[in-house]
């Protein structure tokens, strides 16, 4: 006898939050297959499928259709997105190492928090209730903080790649430069950096505390042995 009280397989692949997913990589296809021939089309479709991260996370708690698929594939989706905006900041600016750098960091310290997830049993990258940093832990406890970090990063990377107007431009004079021409966007630029700011650091904490639980797991293995 099937067991009907259990979800099927292609029960959780139709979770609302998930077609939202799916949706949100189309979005970002289309984006950066036309980012070049239609810039203002591309930070439409960038930004839209990046609130949408927020939007499935809604419909998961409201319709009770939290699953570990929706999870990954947010996370895959908003690594994957940040890191071909990079990549192109990085042909577009001089010099093109700091977008890479950024890239370097961000997937090395997600991946070290997930993995250390993993190691620790706990259910969600985001508990550091034990971590020792205070930022650490106000910007996963946080919602709104953590949100406000996370845009501030996507819009100052958009902000960039729709300022350029030729290749092997300047990052620093670029921004200077529009500051200077814009009250409206100098307060843009001033706000997400301050958030653009917070985030890396946040990547660097989690690093090093994701880095130093893989250590201590190690430790506790061999002292078992």
């Not at 810039?39 to 570990?68: E, H, M, P």
């Not at 969600?124 to 209730?129: E, G, T």
Request: hydrophobic share 50%; charged share 15%; glycine share 4%.
């Amino acid at each position: 006898m099937v067991d009907t009280s259990k979800p099927r397989m292609s029960t959780i692949y139709l979770y609302v939050p998930n077609i939202i997913g799916y949706i949100r990589v189309l979005m970002n296809c289309v984006a950066f297959a036309i980012c070049y021939s239609h810039k203002g089309i591309f930070a439409v479709l960038y930004f839209v499928s990046f609130v949408c991260d927020g939007i499935d996370g809604w419909f998961a708690r409201k319709l009770n259709q939290v699953s570990t698929l929706g999870a990954v594939l947010d996370m895959v989706t908003d690594r994957i997105s940040t890191a071909c905006l990079l990549v192109l900041l990085s042909q577009i600016y001089r010099p093109g190492l700091i977008f890479l750098s950024l890239l370097a960091l961000d997937i090395a310290s997600h991946w070290f928090q997930m993995y250390s997830t993993f190691l620790s049993g706990k259910a969600s990258h985001k508990d550091v209730k034990d971590s020792s940093s205070w930022l650490f832990r106000a910007y996963y406890g946080n919602r709104m903080f953590m949100a406000f970090c996370c845009v501030s990063c996507e819009v100052l990377y958009i902000i960039l790649f729709l300022l350029a107007k030729s290749q092997s431009e300047d990052v620093i004079d670029v921004v200077v430069s529009s500051a200077r021409q814009s009250l409206p966007l100098f307060i843009l630029e001033a706000l997400v950096l301050f958030g653009w700011a917070v985030k890396q650091s946040i990547n660097v904490i989690q690093l090093k505390t994701a880095a130093d639980a893989c250590v201590l797991y190690d430790i506790n293995i061999k002292q078992k042995q």
